[in-house]
């Protein structure tokens, strides 16, 4: 049962241009979401969060929207640059972030053309 | 120091052997979690500690694998009697606990049983 889950498993977005990475979930008892990005043979880093009590994060050209009725979340990266080519992964959990396990969706591949 | 080590980076065993994995967390912080990447993109959390008390075990299959951290030692992570099915990268994640934003995860161990 995937309880998160990131439908696109790619995405391809030109140089300058807006990226938008989506991410659903199922389990209403998550009160934290959190985004990490992933280049080839590294562990993820962590980009972005949200706490449930608030529907948008921003952090420079990252901002993390949440539409807790709708169970969804979505990241904006703008502009995207070819530097932001990674995979990016969406985790949520129960009783705050940083104690607690995440539960992952399985990932977008964002290709940022020059 | 300001990373997670995991060590060694690849390791290799045939069936049946014993894998044992080995992970720094960031100094100062309290929270340590293991995780399993099996296909590509998809993590499984496996456990969890606060200092050298196992914090959430709920990951952890009941047969063949263990954990510890231990006061002064770098956490580790054994498998006994390794299968095909353990291939996976195994990285290790640390936290400052609550209050944080999500947490440091190491560049992680890719086990190949062969």
């Known amino acids: 049962d995937q309880q998160v889950k990131q439908n696109s498993p790619s995405l391809s977005v030109q140089e300058g241009r807006i990226s938008i990475l989506n991410c659903d979930y199922t389990?209403?008892?998550?009160?934290?979401f959190l985004w990490y990005k992933k280049y080839p043979a590294e562990g993820p880093t962590f980009l972005i969060s949200?706490?449930?009590?608030?529907d948008k994060n921003e952090d420079g050209r990252f901002t993390v929207f949440l539409n807790k009725s709708a169970k969804h979340l979505s990241l904006h990266i703008v502009p995207s640059q070819p530097g932001d080519s990674a995979v990016y992964f969406c985790a949520a959990s129960a009783n705050g972030g940083a104690t607690n396990k995440l539960i992952f969706g399985t990932g977008t591949l964002l290709a940022v053309q020059p | 120091g300001e990373e997670v080590a995991q060590t060694p980076k690849h390791l290799v065993r045939g069936e049946g052997q014993k894998a044992k994995l080995y992970c720094a967390p960031i100094?100062?912080?309290?929270?340590v979690f293991w995780y399993q990447q099996v296909l590509k993109n998809e993590f499984k959390f496996l456990i969890s500690f606060q200092n050298e008390n196992v914090f959430d075990e709920t990951g952890m299959p009941k047969e063949r694998f263990s954990a510890k951290c231990l006061p002064n030692s770098p956490c580790s992570l054994e498998i006994q009697a390794t299968k095909l099915e353990d291939s996976a990268v195994y990285f290790c994640a640390s936290s400052q606990g609550a209050g944080a934003y999500g947490y440091t995860f190491g560049s992680g161990t890719r086990l190949t049983v062969v």
């Open positions: 100094k100062g912080h309290s929270y």
């Open positions: 389990n209403s008892m998550f009160d934290y």
């Open positions: 949200i706490s449930s009590i608030k």
